[in-house]
């Protein structure tokens, strides 16, 4: 057993302020990029990272929180919880690099897309030739309707609920959450281009993890499985060489690609992107998605926020319940799922660590 994480911060200004004091604590390097826009309360917003250990290692392993905004409540008591209880265990041969806050307009907002309603995790595409998702089409006004009254809600969730009988809940998650890229205001969009967290992305990687020509990246998220449960989810297909590593390193790890895992097959996740930005490393990476609520709590949550955003004011008087719905989609503030998640967490970054030690 490990000691868990404190409780989850209520606000991004906290978690970004716990998170920047433990890196402190820890002796991390910190870099702060900004961010254009303000945060829900007017607050700067940023990517933070935190650099610990030799800069010229020869491996690297990356912790990045809030890809998805609002996951990053959890994700970011993790990387903290990480800086003051294993940062002081670090080998001289390996560095971590903590990314905190990749989507921070989302985290603050409390939402799982970013400034543009993009989901970027769908926004690493080839935007020469993006995706097509025609069955989201068809259901894109139930998914989000014009209105959000009592009565549109049972409407359109008892028609979803229909398509999902007709065609079986693993194609309906796959329609609905693998990526779409022709309804701006609709869930799980991809954008239309790359989007201010993918471009800062693109222009830092190589530098963050440079030297190091081997390095494990471990991507936190919540909102999907069983309470509490970590489930290691690699975009890689069974049998390739990345997957194998990852196996290697972790054990149980689900392939999206070959149907094993609790998330759809995906378009444009950053994971399956970063072999290209980083020739000549091996990566060994994995999504952990910790289960929060049930998928059609997860779903609704979603949709109201999606609405909220469209055809709503995100900052008129309906905005704050819909930010706590979503909140508590993603986000437990039960003490024994923190508990769980953090020994997850433990289990994860330290045989990722002595997998790189070897």
Same mark, same amino acid.
């Given at each position: 057993?490990?000691? #868990?994480?404190?409780?989850?911060? =209520?606000?991004? $200004?906290?978690?970004? &302020? $716990?998170?920047?004091?433990?890196?402190? $604590?820890?002796?991390? %390097?910190?870099?702060?990029?900004?961010?254009?826009? /303000?945060?829900?309360?007017? #607050?700067?917003?940023?990517?933070?990272? !935190?650099?610990?250990?030799?800069?010229? !290692?020869?491996?690297?392993?990356?912790?990045?929180?809030?890809?998805?905004?609002?996951?990053?409540?959890?994700?970011?008591?993790?990387?903290?919880?990480?800086?003051?209880? $294993?940062?002081?265990?670090?080998?001289?041969?390996?560095?971590?690099?903590?990314?905190? &806050?990749?989507?921070?307009?989302?985290?603050?907002?409390?939402?799982?897309?970013?400034?543009?309603?993009?989901?970027?995790?769908?926004?690493?595409?080839?935007?020469?030739?993006?995706?097509?998702?025609?069955?989201?089409?068809?259901?894109?006004?139930?998914?989000?309707?014009?209105?959000?009254?009592?009565? =549109?809600?049972?409407?359109?969730?008892?028609? +979803?609920?229909?398509?999902?009988?007709?065609?079986?809940?693993?194609?309906?998650?796959?329609?609905?959450?693998?990526?779409?890229?022709?309804?701006? =205001?609709?869930?799980?969009?991809?954008?239309? &281009?790359?989007?201010?967290?993918?471009?800062?992305?693109? %222009?830092?990687?190589?530098?963050?993890?440079?030297?190091?020509?081997?390095?494990?990246?471990?991507?936190?998220?919540?909102? +999907?499985?069983?309470?509490?449960? &970590?489930?290691?989810?690699?975009? %890689?297909?069974?049998?390739?060489?990345?997957?194998?590593?990852? /196996? #290697?390193?972790?054990?149980?790890? @689900?392939?999206?690609?070959?149907?094993?895992?609790?998330?759809?097959?995906?378009?444009?996740?950053?994971?399956? !992107?970063?072999?290209?930005?980083?020739?000549?490393?091996?990566?060994?990476?994995?999504?952990?998605?910790?289960?929060?609520?049930?998928?059609?709590?997860?779903?609704?949550? +979603?949709?109201?926020?999606?609405?909220?955003?469209?055809?709503?004011?995100?900052?008129?008087?309906?905005?704050?319940?819909? @930010?706590?719905?979503? @909140?508590?989609?993603?986000?437990?503030?039960?003490?024994?799922?923190?508990?769980?998640?953090?020994?997850?967490?433990? #289990?994860?970054?330290?045989? !990722?660590?002595?997998?790189?030690?070897?």
């Amino acid at each position: 057993m490990t000691s #868990e994480a404190r409780q989850l911060d =209520t606000t991004y $200004r906290a978690a970004r &302020g $716990r998170f920047i004091d433990a890196a402190a $604590r820890a002796g991390a %390097e910190l870099s702060s990029f900004p961010h254009p826009l /303000a945060g829900v309360e007017g #607050e700067e917003l940023a990517i933070d990272v !935190a650099q610990l250990g030799d800069p010229h !290692a020869p491996n690297a392993l990356l912790l990045i929180s809030a890809t998805h905004g609002v996951e990053g409540y959890a994700g970011s008591a993790l990387q903290s919880w990480w800086l003051d209880e $294993r940062a002081a265990q670090l080998g001289g041969d390996i560095r971590v690099v903590v990314v905190h &806050g990749f989507n921070p307009v989302g985290f603050s907002w409390v939402r799982r897309v970013n400034e543009d309603n993009v989901d970027l995790n769908r926004n690493f595409v080839d935007w020469t030739a993006p995706p097509t998702n025609e069955a989201y089409g068809e259901i894109a006004d139930l998914l989000v309707p014009l209105s959000w009254t009592d009565e =549109t809600q049972s409407t359109s969730t008892g028609a +979803l609920l229909e398509v999902a009988g007709k065609i079986g809940l693993d194609q309906f998650q796959q329609v609905v959450s693998g990526g779409q890229y022709d309804h701006p =205001t609709g869930i799980f969009h991809g954008g239309s &281009g790359p989007v201010w967290s993918h471009r800062w992305l693109v %222009e830092h990687l190589a530098d963050l993890v440079a030297p190091s020509t081997r390095a494990g990246v471990i991507d936190l998220h919540t909102g +999907l499985g069983d309470w509490g449960h &970590g489930e290691l989810i690699s975009h %890689e297909a069974t049998g390739s060489p990345g997957y194998n590593r990852s /196996a #290697e390193w972790w054990g149980d790890v @689900r392939s999206m690609q070959s149907g094993q895992s609790v998330s759809a097959a995906l378009s444009g996740d950053w994971l399956g !992107a970063i072999n290209t930005m980083l020739p000549g490393v091996e990566l060994t990476s994995a999504a952990l998605e910790y289960g929060t609520v049930d998928v059609i709590s997860v779903l609704q949550a +979603l949709r109201a926020d999606a609405w909220l955003h469209a055809h709503g004011d995100p900052t008129g008087d309906e905005a704050p319940a819909i @930010r706590a719905q979503v @909140r508590a989609a993603f986000a437990d503030d039960d003490p024994a799922w923190l508990a769980k998640i953090t020994e997850r967490f433990a #289990e994860v970054s330290d045989a !990722a660590l002595a997998a790189l030690a070897r």
